[in-house]
C-alpha cells in the first residue's frame, strides 16, 4: 500500500469537502504545516445500528437507585466537598 500523499494546512482548509469525502472512501491523508505531519485524517469506523434490549438481564438496578444521595456524596458531586 503507497504513501498517503500530504497535503499542506492550507491546501486542506481550502479542499475540506474533497478530503473528508476521500477519507470516507477509505483513503488516509496525511496533513502536514510547514513540511511536517501534523494530523491524520482516516474514515471512521463502522458502527453497529442499536437493537432495543441487547443487554437484558445483564444489568441489576438496586433499589435505592432514585433515593436522594447522602450528604457528603452530594457535596462532594456539587464541589462543596472539604
Known sequence: MPLPKPVNIA?????LPELV??????EEVIITRNGKPQARLVP???TRPRVPGRGAGQWEI?????EA??????????????
Open 11 to 15: 491546501d486542506a482548509k481550502a479542499r
Open 62 to 66: 438496586v433499589g435505592d437507585f432514585n
Open 44 to 46: 471512521l469506523s463502522p
Open 69 to 82: 444521595l447522602p450528604d457528603e456524596l452530594l457535596a462532594a458531586f456539587e464541589g462543596r466537598a472539604e
Open 21 to 26: 469525502q476521500r477519507a470516507a472512501a477509505g
